[in-house]
């Protein structure tokens, strides 16, 4: 039987981290979350053009995955046959300069799911989370919808997929409302074993300065990854951003439950008033708490056996250069 201590930090003390670069394909977006200022409507919108790419690539070389974070194409705009091209170029692209892509760009159908997974070692998608608070931040987001988002992750595991997915937590939602969507994420963990990490991301207000979070949002949040780690298969990564955490309370997140702070590049995208910590700052406070921050690949080992041949010899000759990353 397994121990407490191994239920509640099934890693040990090791806390992983992916040396990452993000590149947008397109900021335009045909849904409207209510919290997004990362979107822009389309006909505003900005498209990443392939040498603006490729000097983003050889400007971090240290980056082993490449976050392809697009804005939504809707399934039935003539747009999304070109949008689409751009994501398997962009993928492509991250791999002959001798990275791992790893897409996140919403609903997919069956067809493009699988082409994607071809070229990427994982995917992502957030669930976001279960409940009317959802619904409200929702209503002009279609595919936001839980039953489309539920239907990806159930289509990624038919397709045998690693997938990231995770919660976006602190927007008015009720705790059984958490542990539900906990429950949901477990079940289909079960099913398919593919859900290799589930984020749990703090909601934080936009605005030019960061708005840190307050005690009280930190010891709620801290309950919830107790939950979390409860409730998921103790295979599954449990992942915070660690530039929406104070860094001097990230020490108790890890206590909780997180083993993993996810790609790390030297901004954020979707929350830029929030500074990355260097890798160095991190490790630093880590260490005094007791904690060693070690680098990983956009697809967590456990899930190496899953991929493409390509893609698991790509993976075996980045994971040599690991050891180097500070
Ligand atoms: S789907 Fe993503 S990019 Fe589009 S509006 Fe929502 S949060 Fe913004």
Same mark, same amino acid.
């Not at 890693?11 to 992916?18: A, L």
């Not at 980056?63 to 974070?69: F, I, K, N, S, W």
């Not at 791999?95 to 699988?114: I, K, Q, V």
């Not at 990564?237 to 790390?264: F, K, R």
């Given at each position: 039987?397994?121990?407490?201590?191994?239920?509640?930090?099934?890693?040990?003390?090791?806390?992983?981290?992916?040396?990452? +670069?993000?590149?947008?394909?397109?900021?335009?977006?045909?849904?409207?979350?209510?919290y997004c200022s990362f979107r822009r409507i389309p006909g505003q919108e900005q498209v990443l053009e392939p040498a603006a790419a490729a000097a983003g690539l050889a400007a971090r070389p240290e980056?082993? %995955?490449?976050?392809?974070?697009s804005g939504e194409v809707h399934p039935a705009s003539q747009e999304r046959p070109a949008w689409f091209a751009r994501l398997l170029a962009l993928?492509? /692209?991250? +791999?002959?300069?001798?990275?791992?892509?790893?897409?996140?760009?919403?609903?997919?159908?069956?067809?493009?799911?699988?082409a994607l997974g071809r070229l990427n070692p994982s995917l992502g998608l957030m669930l976001e989370g279960f409940g009317p608070a959802y619904d409200a931040l929702h209503a002009h987001?279609?595919?936001?919808? /839980?039953?489309?988002?539920?239907?990806?992750?159930?289509?990624?595991?038919?397709?045998?997929?690693?997938?990231?997915?995770? /919660?976006?937590?602190?927007?008015?939602?009720?705790?059984?409302?958490?542990? %539900?969507?906990?429950?949901?994420?477990?079940?289909?963990?079960?099913r398919w074993g593919h859900i290799q990490e589930v984020i749990l991301q703090p909601w934080r207000p936009d605005g030019e300065q960061a708005t840190p979070l307050s005690p009280g949002?930190?010891?709620? +949040?801290?309950?919830?990854?107790?939950?979390?780690?409860?409730i998921l298969p103790p295979e599954?990564?449990?992942?915070?951003?660690?530039?929406?955490?104070?860094?001097?309370?990230?020490?108790?997140?890890?206590?909780?439950?997180?083993?993993?702070?996810?790609?790390?590049?030297?901004g954020d995208v979707i929350n830029p008033a929030y500074p990355q910590p260097s890798s160095q700052a991190l490790s630093a406070v880590l260490a005094e708490a007791?904690?060693? /921050?070690?680098?990983?690949?956009?697809?967590?080992?456990g899930w190496w056996s899953w991929l493409p041949r390509p893609l698991a010899g790509q993976a075996r000759v980045l994971a040599s250069r690991l050891a180097a990353v500070g």
């Open positions: 039987m397994k121990s407490d201590s191994f239920r509640a930090r099934p890693f040990g003390r090791c806390v992983t981290w992916s040396p990452s +670069l993000t590149l947008v394909p397109t900021n335009g977006c045909f849904n409207a979350c209510s980056a082993l %995955e490449v976050l392809l974070l993928s492509r /692209l991250a +791999l002959a300069s001798g990275r791992l892509p790893h897409t996140n760009a919403g609903p997919l159908s069956l067809r493009e799911m699988a987001a279609p595919s936001k919808r /839980l039953s489309v988002r539920l239907g990806q992750l159930e289509q990624a595991g038919r397709l045998g997929i690693p997938f990231t997915t995770g /919660l976006l937590l602190g927007v008015g939602e009720r705790r059984s409302e958490r542990l %539900e969507a906990l429950e949901w994420l477990a079940a289909l963990q079960r949002e930190q010891a709620d +949040l801290l309950g919830l990854i107790s939950d979390a780690r409860a599954v990564h449990l992942q915070t951003p660690p530039n929406l955490w104070p860094l001097s309370a990230l020490p108790a997140a890890l206590a909780a439950g997180i083993d993993d702070l996810g790609g790390i590049d030297t007791g904690w060693q /921050l070690t680098p990983r690949l956009c697809v967590h080992r």
